[in-house]
């Protein structure tokens, strides 16, 4: 499909390049600012991990918890869980992950010994050196592991592959524990493993990740009202945060690419520089994962509707966001280049230099407020810009700047992303109000020191 963002298919390489320097530009940006690192650097690096920096645990905090909020503090028959990432290997026979159905076909080049998943290669030749290809043989994804002191059969465990199986063994512990009826939902936040073939693309798709999911248990027959309702509301979530629509599309699975437990499903995804891809999957599961584990678990995990007096099995509505690539897709639709001249903002012409800054929605930003004293050398400044980023940082995350001149400050600040400056100046001493620079716009409007609390919480939604 032809992104209208670049050149036509005639002048593909051109496109190619484009995309791949837009890449380039943000994995720059992402390691010298702090966002994200290569993981075990200094040791060379360990292939495809990848490690959060200050400001990046910042943002991807931020992305979970306007998640969490999302589906758990504005939604009364939601709630949260946190199961272990150690489960019974029992959970993952009763799953299917056990079997050949959690794998990918795997083929190795005879020239090169490179390994590729045979899904993603355009023809019968070796992507790197066009040698031979072996033939496919299924590799399962599961990452496996021993607990207790002695490594044999029946110490084997499993870093889980998903996070939603801990829901499903602990439904029936939330529903004793509380006073939900269906429908109603569990969320959880956590760490996933799966050893993939190929990963790649920075953090997109690595072997190590963070899952937001919610099971959202529900009657029979009610599957396409609430399959229907989630897909919208999902839809709406990315809209509400700053992404653009037309960078986003729904992907309906084929009946024939359903998984084995799916009866219906849809991908929310994304349009990167390297592709439209998958950063959250809707689900109608059916009934098929309660009834699973009730009948390896020998448990009754049936439901009784008081009103009804009908007791039934529940069906589940998924919604499963890869946390890592939904912080990938808000950090590439936040990145932006314009011309500058004279510190004002103008279009891209000629050789001007070029501001580079990220206009994350104010409630994803790591920073919200940077505080500066106009010169770092006027103590009566110093100490004033000092307080107010004291009384400040008790509501909100403030940096502090007093390096170099206003200019770099500022430019500093665009391109972590931080919505609003704050400078102390001479003017403030005499009138008790501030300098305050928004980000997008660089416009300033001078406010009172005593009004800067109220005005930000205006500003900061």
Same mark, same amino acid.
Request: charged share 30%.
């Given at each position: ?15 190619? #390049? ?6 380039? $530009? ?12 290569? &993981?075990?650097? @200094? ?14 645990? +910042? ?53 090169? %010994? ?5 899904? %993603? ?26 607990? &207790?002191?002695?490594?044999? /059969?029946? =110490? ?10 801990? @829901?499903?063994?602990?439904? $029936? ?17 956590? $760490? ?62 084929? #009946? ?21 891809? /998958? ?16 009948? %390896? ?34 950090? @590439? +639709? ?19 230099? $070029? ?20 010169? =770092? ?52 001493? +005499? ?19 005593? /009004? ?10």
């Amino acid at each position: 499909m032809q992104n209208d963002n670049f050149p036509p298919v005639a002048d593909q390489p051109r496109a190619e #390049k484009f995309k791949n320097d837009l890449m380039d $530009k943000i994995v720059s940006l992402c390691k010298r600012r702090g966002f994200i690192y290569p &993981g075990s650097e @200094i040791y060379g690096g360990l292939s495809n991990s990848w490690d959060y920096g200050p400001l990046g645990v +910042e943002l991807k905090n931020n992305v979970k918890s306007e998640w969490w909020k999302e589906m758990t503090r504005r939604r009364e028959n939601i709630v949260g869980l946190d199961a272990a990432i150690l489960m019974s290997p029992k959970v993952w026979q009763a799953s299917g992950h056990l079997t050949a159905g959690f794998a990918d076909l795997l083929v190795e080049c005879k020239k090169c %010994h490179h390994r590729f998943r045979k899904d %993603h290669l355009q023809n019968e030749k070796c992507p790197d050196c066009g040698g031979d290809l072996t033939e496919e043989k299924k590799f399962n994804l599961m990452m496996k592991t021993f607990v &207790g002191p002695v490594e044999d /059969e029946a =110490a084997v465990a499993y870093l889980r592959a998903e996070t939603c199986q801990g @829901i499903y063994v602990n439904y $029936k512990n939330v529903l004793d524990s509380t006073r939900l009826k269906i429908p109603f939902g569990i969320a959880q936040i956590g $760490k996933a493993f799966r050893n993939e073939i190929t990963p790649g693309n920075f953090t997109y798709r690595t072997r190590e990740f963070e899952q937001m999911e919610m099971q959202f248990f529900i009657a029979p027959g009610e599957n396409k009202k609430w399959f229907d309702f989630w897909k919208e509301e999902r839809m709406k979530w990315y809209l509400n945060l700053g992404i653009k629509k037309e960078n986003l599309r729904f992907k309906e699975h084929k #009946k024939e690419d359903l998984a084995h437990y799916a009866r219906a499903g849809v991908d929310i995804e994304y349009k990167f520089p390297f592709g439209w891809n /998958e950063i959250e999957g809707i689900h109608d599961r059916g009934d098929w994962d309660l009834s699973n584990h009730g009948k %390896h678990s020998g448990k009754d995990l049936s439901y009784f509707n008081e009103e009804t007096k009908e007791k039934f099995i529940p069906h589940i509505i998924e919604t499963s966001v890869g946390a890592d690539r939904s912080t990938l897709a808000f950090f @590439i +639709e936040s990145y932006r280049e314009e011309a500058v001249l004279a510190g004002r903002q103008v279009m891209p012409t000629g050789r001007q230099e $070029k501001r580079v800054y990220l206009n994350f929605a104010p409630v994803l930003a790591p920073y919200k407020i940077a505080v500066f004293p106009l010169l =770092a050398n006027k103590p009566t400044l110093v100490e004033l810009a000092g307080k107010i980023y004291g009384d400040l940082r008790e509501e909100f995350m403030v940096a502090y700047d007093d390096r170099g001149n206003i200019g770099k400050r500022y430019y500093s600040q665009d391109e972590i992303g931080t919505p609003f400056c704050i400078t102390v100046d001479f003017q403030t001493l +005499e009138d008790d109000a501030v300098t305050v620079r928004e980000r997008d716009t660089a416009k300033q409007e001078r406010v009172k020191i005593g /009004e800067l609390s109220d005005w930000l919480k205006s500003k900061l939604v």
